[in-house]
Structure formats: structure tokens, C-alpha cells
């Protein structure tokens, strides 16, 4: 048997035995953080993969609203069964009100606890929520505490740079996008379909 079929006939084994061992089922707590980009477009993907499964999916988008974007206006044009409130003012530099961006974050927040209540939501993505625990535009706590007593089956996706430390413990899935190279350092301006 040559080299490169034991090797694969050992990972196969090695992954059949951790498949077998894994015999919970619970929805999941999903952070996605980091300064490279894709974390928004990775809760998305996962979005389209609940979709597929039948799952209802809600999102709330905090901090974004000032500029429309491609995956709100595919939602409403192919009508997905997705419940999308984009309830943000812009990037946080552009407001310059903290009061003006911590209503927009309660309401926000008020919004993704109603979806996070609802039962007949499967997934919920709560985006750019990490930007909003970096500023305590929001208390910690209560967002840890919410999460915390969801319903059992119910999968979360949180998304934003600076994840706090808590809300990583509590996760059950956390990736970190790395920023290797961007567009906007060679000065390239946001591209429709890929930064908006």
C-alpha cells in the first residue's frame, strides 16, 4: 500500500472516531471577529446553508444603514424567507454622536431580542454586534445574559472586529478573520458586491 493511502485510510479513521463521539445536539453560539474581512459574509453563508435546511433566519445589523447593501436588497428581491432589519446609522467615526449611536444600538438590541425570543427562528445573526460591545454602547452583560438562556436549539452568530473575551468563552465556534492584504491599501475604493 503506498504512503499517501495509509495516510488517508488514518485521517479517515481518526475522523470517523471523533464523528462517533460527537452524539450532541445544541444551537450554537458562532462569533466571527478579527480585522480581516469576511465576517459578515461568512454569517451570510451560513445563513443561505440554514435556508436550505429549512430554518427561519433573522438579521439585525447594527452600526450599518447608511449605505444599502447587496445582501439587503437580495433579500427583498428574490424574497427570501429572511427577516432583515438594518437598524445602524454608519460607521461610528461618521456619526460622531455616542448618544445618537447608543439609541441606535438599544434599538437594535430591543429588535435581535425579539427574533432571539421568537421561537420559529432557527438562526439568528446579531452583525457588527461586537463593535457595539467595544464602544459599551450596550451593557455586556445583558447581551451575555440573553444569550445565555436561549433557546436550546436556537443557532447565533455574532459578527465584528474586537470580540470581548466573555462573549469568546461563551461561544461554542469562534474564528478569527486575519487581514493579510486589503484593497484600500493599494487605493482602492469599496466595491459594490464585495464591501457593501
Known sequence: MNRHKE???RHKQAFEERKARATQEKGLIIVNTGAGKG???AALGLAFRALGQGLKVGIVQ???GAIPTGEAALVKKLNLPV???TMGDGF???TQD???DIASARRAWDKAVSLLRDESFGLVILDELNIVLKYDYLPLEEILQELRNKRPMLHVVVTG???RDELIDLADLVTE???VKHPYRQGVKPQAGIEY
Do not use: C, G, P, V
Open 7 to 9: 495516510q488517508k485510510i
Open 39 to 41: 465576517k459578515t459574509t
Open 62 to 64: 447594527f452600526i450599518k
Open 83 to 85: 427577516e432583515m432589519h
Open 92 to 94: 461610528t467615526w461618521n
Open 98 to 100: 455616542r448618544d445618537k
Open 161 to 163: 472586529r474586537n470580540a
Open 177 to 179: 478573520m486575519k487581514l
